[in-house]
């Protein structure tokens, strides 16, 4: 199981788009930093759907997307921590 890392905004360089076409079913998505923009458009949420799907809550915070993506589990940079240690490799992209 590899958690994958997604801290960039898929309008500003190609790293989802990268990173679904090599994740498996079993992986993890996070999303950090501009990274959570993702989940505001229709055609990423939808290529997201299959995978289990965190992002920081920090940054969610920060962009006063709490209520849109309510839906998302929410970590913290604790559970960022348990959730790299659960997981066999973290790819950062």
Avoid at 45 to 58: I, N, R
Avoid at 62 to 80: C, K, M, V, W
Wanted: some cysteine.
């Amino acid at each position: 199981m590899i958690l994958h890392h997604i801290q960039t905004s898929p309008s500003r360089d190609n790293a989802l788009k990268l990173c679904l076409r090599y994740a498996c079913k079993e992986d993890a998505i996070l999303l950090s930093s501009d990274g959570v923009n993702a989940l505001l458009l229709r055609q990423w949420a939808m290529a997201l759907s299959p995978f289990k799907v965190m992002v920081l809550k920090d940054d969610v915070i920060a962009r006063g997307l709490t209520e849109r993506l309510n839906n998302i589990s929410q970590i913290d940079y604790n559970e960022f921590v348990t959730q790299a240690l659960q997981h066999d490799k973290v790819i950062t992209w």
